[in-house]
């Protein structure tokens, strides 16, 4: 992921930023017992996929054209989804660089004939990348974080970034010094 800054000075042509709300979704699903695994739970790849559709339309949205999944970020499932559980899955962008844009999502799940409050049952980060018709990497309007919520959620990416690029060069830099010490992989 390369820092929106990068883009200045680079002669490309400045794109205007977009609002977090331009691009915020909410994706509702009803959980059947199709959903289910052996324990009669909803399999986590169920609620996996339900997360990368949401993730897709908002990073879509935002860069206004196609984005593809790079990586998938700490999925973290906090309770159970049953089957007759209404599944709401809000995603907004929280970051963008150049062509990379960080998604955040929170899964929501309330009993589909009941009016209490819904509750969070996981949460993701996603970084997708725009792409152009032939699949190279396309330049995306920078977010406009609107709120507090938005700005700590922005911050809190830029911090994401940082581990997950120290964490590729350090796998890197092991790799290359084992192969450099005549072990293979």
Known sequence: ??????????????????????????????????????????????????????????????????????????????????????????????????????????VLAERWNESTPATQVGSAYLVFAAVDADGRPRTVPPVLPETERDKRRYEEAQIRRTHRLARRRAIRELREKRAAEGFED
């Open 1 to 106: 992921m390369t820092d929106q800054s990068s883009a200045v000075g680079s002669g490309a042509p400045e794109i205007p930023g977009k609002p977090t709300s331009a691009s915020r979704t909410t994706l509702s699903h009803i959980m059947t017992h199709s959903d289910t695994n052996l324990l009669g739970t909803v399999h986590g790849g169920v609620i996996m996929k339900l997360v990368d559709d949401a993730a897709g339309a908002v990073a879509g949205r935002h860069s206004g054209g196609p984005a593809v999944t790079a990586s998938m970020d700490e999925m973290v499932f906090l309770e159970p989804v049953r089957v007759g559980d209404l599944v709401h899955v809000k995603a907004q962008v929280n970051w963008t660089g150049r062509t990379s844009m960080e998604v955040g999502v929170r």
